[in-house]
């Protein structure tokens, strides 16, 4: 099976202490995105009806 350029830069890429690096950066970005989407979720309703009696107060 030929190679090609792409495909020799991708496999060294890989096998490299710089791929498993990006790798577990890649993974701890994505867990702490999945964290704030919950959090944001949870909090969104609570912090919505706050504002609104804040709002409500001030009139």
Do not use: D, Q
Not at 5 to 17: E, M, Q
Not at 30 to 55: E, F, H, P, Q, Y
């Amino acid at each position: 099976m030929k190679r090609t350029h792409s495909t020799r830069l991708i496999h060294r890429f890989l096998r490299s202490a710089k791929a498993a690096t990006s790798i577990e950066y890649a993974i701890i970005a994505a867990g702490i995105a999945v964290v704030l989407v919950g959090v944001i979720s949870a909090l969104g309703g609570n912090v919505a009806t706050m504002w609104t009696a804040i709002k409500t107060a001030f009139n």
